[in-house]
């Protein structure tokens, strides 16, 4: 397994820290915002007698509220296509595991998310990048570049929505000509949305599970650790 790049900086930082050195990290995705009230509440008064093993796929009332908050985001997904897990980290490693086999090759936009290499190296998968570069701000790059990497072992694309560590926002035309591209080959898309409350100027996320066509192939990622709404309950910041 290689070392999260973001994880091997730490031993730096805590000597620029000791040495009376400010450290600013700008390397986890740790957003600068309260946690919602409401969460902290639901922690403070929670009143177990046994922390028991729950549903395999997560507690029917939480899946029941996230169809809720996708709703309001324009997503329409039903209780029993969600599947909760140990944040997004361990959502990915799931798919990833439970879509491709050893050998089998997932194209990424590069540069992007350092723990796509360890989660697809833990599957024993291929990570194949497609360079996207900083003077188009790493738009989608053309579909013949995708075209070229597709091979007999290809069986996903994966993408981040808006993108880490580029911050691109993918706009309905790029998504869509991604959508042609999954279905022509009969691909997975993974489309890493965790990020979708951090869009500026205006601009709208699209999921790509809105793209009509490729229901079936669309793996969405999230993660409540970069939420500031939960479940319907939007926090005024
Ligand atoms: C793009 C992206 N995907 C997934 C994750 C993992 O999320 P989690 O912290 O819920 O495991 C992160 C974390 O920073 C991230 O930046």
Known sequence: MPASPIRKLVPFADAAKKRGIKVLHLNIGQPDIATPQVAIDSMHNLDLKVVEYSHSAGNESYRKGLTEYYEKHGIAV??????????????????????????????????????????????????????????????????????????????????????????????????????????????????????????YDGAEHVSALTLEGIEANTILIDSVSKRYSMCGARVEL
Not at 104 to 109: L, M, Q, T
């Open 78 to 199: 039903t209780p029993d296509q969600i599947i909760v897990t140990n944040g997004g980290s361990e959502a990915l490693l799931f798919g990833i595991m439970a879509t491709l086999d050893p050998g089998d090759e997932v194209i990424i936009p590069e540069p992007f998310y350092a723990n796509y290499n360890s989660f697809s190296v833990a599957a024993g998968a291929i990570v194949v990048p497609v360079r996207c570069v900083i003077d188009d701000g790493f738009a989608l790059p053309p579909i013949a570049e995708f075209e070229k990497l597709i091979t007999p072992r290809t069986r996903a694309i994966l993408i981040c929505n808006p993108g880490n560590p580029t911050g691109y926002l993918y706009s309905r035309a790029e998504l869509e000509r991604l959508r042609d591209i999954v279905k022509k080959h009969d691909l997975f898309l993974f489309a890493d949305e965790v990020y979708r409350e951090f869009c």
